[in-house]
């Protein structure tokens, strides 16, 4: 079955749809959010326009499902290019920084890359190479922060030891003299 442009005699119910006879393309030229087709169903009811098609021509969608397109055009509402799929198969088999990061299974490296093995909260992959790395160099750096704070408080009591003594000398010379001297 072929569309007809909008408001010629076959059309699917009235729908604003044009073939495109390179892709097999039924493109949606009437309103649009984000590039795909909306429909109107009623006075407050917004549908998508491959959602209107499809139940048109194959049901209803089933709960918690949605409709993917194969042909990767947004505009499109060929049923033929349309098929039912979990929100979650969708988003992995787009193009989005989720897709391709499922995708992957080497880190930038080129080590495999495995599952996280706590709480399912946490629900990402990671390098156990690269991980490693990171700990080892995250503690030794904090060791050698520590070591180094150590060694300029250490230094600095020492050099404060060392300037004050030559500091109560010069304050008050004759003091520190008559300390040290020997009674005669």
């Not at 909008?6 to 309103?31: H, M, Q, R, S």
């Not at 990767?72 to 988003?91: D, G, I, M, Y």
């Not at 408080?153 to 520190?176: C, H, I, M, T």
């Amino acid at each position: 079955m072929r569309p007809q442009p909008y408001n010629e005699p076959g059309c699917l119910d009235g729908i604003p749809i044009v073939a495109d006879t390179k892709t097999g393309c039924w493109i949606w030229t009437g309103a649009k959010t984000n590039g795909y087709g909306r429909i109107s169903r009623g006075r407050h009811a917004r549908i998508s326009a491959q959602r209107h098609v499809w139940e048109a021509v194959n049901g209803a969608v089933p709960q918690e499902k949605m409709l993917d397109h194969l042909c990767r055009v947004r505009a499109c509402v060929n049923p033929s290019h349309l098929e039912v799929v979990t929100n979650k198969e969708n988003v992995l088999r787009g193009v989005g920084p989720s897709a391709v990061a499922a995708r992957k299974t080497t880190c930038d490296l080129g080590h495999p890359l495995v599952p996280y093995k706590k709480p399912a909260t946490r629900a990402f992959r990671h390098c156990q190479i690269c991980r490693n790395e990171h700990q080892r160099n995250k503690y030794w750096l904090n060791v050698s922060e520590t070591r180094r704070k150590a060694r300029e408080q250490y230094q600095a009591n020492v050099e404060s030891r060392r300037l004050g003594g030559r500091l109560r000398y010069w304050r008050d010379p004759e003091k520190y003299r008559a300390k040290k001297r020997v009674p005669k």
